[in-house]
């Protein structure tokens, strides 16, 4: 089956570090971008950036940049997004999405990872 | 940033029901358009890509339109399973921005 398979839950305190995952079964994970997206509670869900996993090419999102940081081991086709310095405003759902056969969309996504940054 | 407006914030329609969302861009996007539904506790899933395209397995009473800045996602006729919100997504820049949301309501 073509999937995403995200990390479970986390719980955090604020300033720690954390590195959530994203594993691509049933295609070329190598061959299609992967992005994440970020989607607080109540709220719209707003992309941080995405990776091309064949050569670690990365983009972010202004709001973003330096705030994550995207990465993938193709060899593992896993996908990879972490915070250093975690904040309680990062509490958020975090969704991995690629997209398959050339889609001019995000047309697989994976089922969220819940990070809670509480003191 | 391209702002995406979506219009109505939600609305409350019964089965049968034809129901119309509006999704205007802030500049000319072309046909760079995608709309995602969404459910309680489920990710995204595309409905639409490039304005008019329906996904495979999307069923046909979903339909979108427009070009520009003015586009509109179409559901002919409310099913039970429609009930959710819908967002749209401009994908003209390399790092699209959402809409921010219809919800759909039973009324």
């Known amino acids: 089956e073509v999937q995403l398979v995200q990390s479970g839950a986390e719980v955090k305190k604020p300033g720690e570090s954390l590195k959530i995952s994203c594993k691509g079964l049933?295609?070329?994970?190598?061959?299609?971008?992967i992005g994440w997206v970020r989607q607080m509670p109540g709220k719209g869900p707003e992309w941080l950036g995405f990776?091309?996993?064949?050569?670690?090419?990365?983009r972010y999102s202004p709001s973003f940049q330096g705030q994550v940081t995207i990465s993938a081991d193709k060899s593992i086709s896993t996908a990879y997004l972490q915070w250093n310095n975690l904040k309680t405003s990062d509490t958020a759902i975090y969704y991995c999405a690629t997209r398959l056969q050339g889609n001019a969309a995000f047309n697989l996504w994976g089922p969220g990872t819940m990070v809670t940054v509480s003191s | 940033d391209i702002q995406m407006t979506q219009s109505p914030s939600s609305l409350s329609a019964s089965v049968g029901d034809r129901v119309t969302i509006t999704c205007r861009a802030g500049q000319n996007i072309g046909s760079y358009l995608n709309w995602y539904q969404q459910k309680p506790g489920r990710a995204p899933k595309l409905l639409i890509f490039?304005?008019?395209n329906l996904q495979s397995g999307v069923p046909s009473r979903f339909r979108g339109s427009g070009s520009g800045t003015v586009f509109t996602l179409i559901i002919s006729s409310l099913q039970p399973d429609d009930f959710a919100t819908y967002y749209c997504e401009q994908s003209y820049t390399t790092l699209g921005t959402f809409g921010q949301g219809t919800k759909v309501e039973i009324k």
């Open positions: 049933g295609y070329s994970f190598a061959l299609s971008r």
């Open positions: 990776i091309f996993p064949s050569d670690s090419d990365t």
């Open positions: 490039a304005a008019s």
